[in-house]
T-cell receptor, first 115, second 114 residues
Framework: AQSVTQLDSHVSVSEGTPVLLRCNYSSSYSPSLFWYVQHPNKGLQLLLKYTSAATLVKGINGFEAEFKKSETSFHLTKPSAHMSDAAEYFCVVSPTNFGNEKLTFGTGTRLTIIP | GAVVSQHPSRVICKSGTSVKIECRSLDFQATTMFWYRQFPKQSLMLMATSNEGSKATYEQGVEKDKFLINHASLTLSTLTVTSAHPEDSSFYIC??????????FGPGTRLTVL
């Protein structure tokens, strides 16, 4: 069994300040972990993924996440927020790195950027 | 990355009618396709998994007779919402994958049932 908990439903930061979106996971396997971003009325775009290689994963648009097995966490960070980062972010877990496995989604974190 | 399209992007229909949504993998062969449903301000909920040439596997609580899924080829899966009712109004998203690859998501279809 696997589950994902996104600890904040809504995060607001000022433009130019750091972003931290928190995610904890539970899995019976050595999971793959993903962060997706969804802009309003749009599909999902993959930001980054962890598949048992380097624990610090760099993604697109300056985002990165660190896999911490001891803390069962996979928090998403960005050093400096931009207005275009305003969106919904989903932390996702998969039991393997094969694409035909079921994904389990977190409940999402809405990121608001204050000008 | 790989591209997945959905058609239509938005559909409005009357209660009692059926609506078909197409999901296509444009530049790769998708052995598996997934259908998700997303209510406003909520997360994605998996409805069903379909493998090319096989019957779809539905998640618990999803009515297979209401949500008909067909995966007739390696690039096309369809979701038909039969006898749609207002409570079926939602954002439907598909994803497609090859076995060793990640899932690629379509842009979604907004269904409104009047």
């Amino acid at each position: 069994a696997q589950s994902v908990t996104q600890l904040d439903s809504h995060v607001s930061v000022s433009e130019g300040t750091p972003v931290l979106l928190r995610c904890n996971y539970s899995s019976s396997y050595s999971p793959s972990l993903f962060w997706y971003v969804q802009h309003p009325n749009k599909g999902l775009q993959l930001l980054l993924k962890y598949t048992s290689a380097a624990t610090l994963v760099k993604g697109i648009n300056g985002f990165e996440a660190e896999f911490k097995k001891s803390e069962t966490s996979f928090h998403l960070t960005k050093p400096s927020a931009h207005m275009s980062d305003a969106a919904e972010y989903f932390c996702v877990v998969s039991p393997t790195n094969f694409g035909n496995e079921k994904l389990t989604f977190g409940t999402g974190t809405r990121l608001t950027i204050i000008p | 990355g790989a591209v997945v399209s959905q058609h239509p992007s938005r559909v409005i229909c009357k209660s009692g009618t059926s609506v078909k949504i197409e999901c296509r993998s444009l530049d790769f062969q998708a052995t598996t396709m997934f259908w998700y449903r997303q209510f406003p301000k909520q997360s994605l909920m998996l409805m069903a998994t379909s493998n090319e040439g096989s019957k779809a596997t539905y998640e618990q609580g999803v009515e297979k007779d209401k949500f008909l899924i067909n995966h007739a080829s390696l690039t096309l899966s369809t979701l038909t919402v039969t006898s749609a009712h207002p409570e079926d109004s939602s954002f439907y998203i598909c994803s497609a994958s090859h076995s060793y690859n990640e899932q690629f998501f379509g842009p979604g279809t907004r269904l409104t049932v009047l």
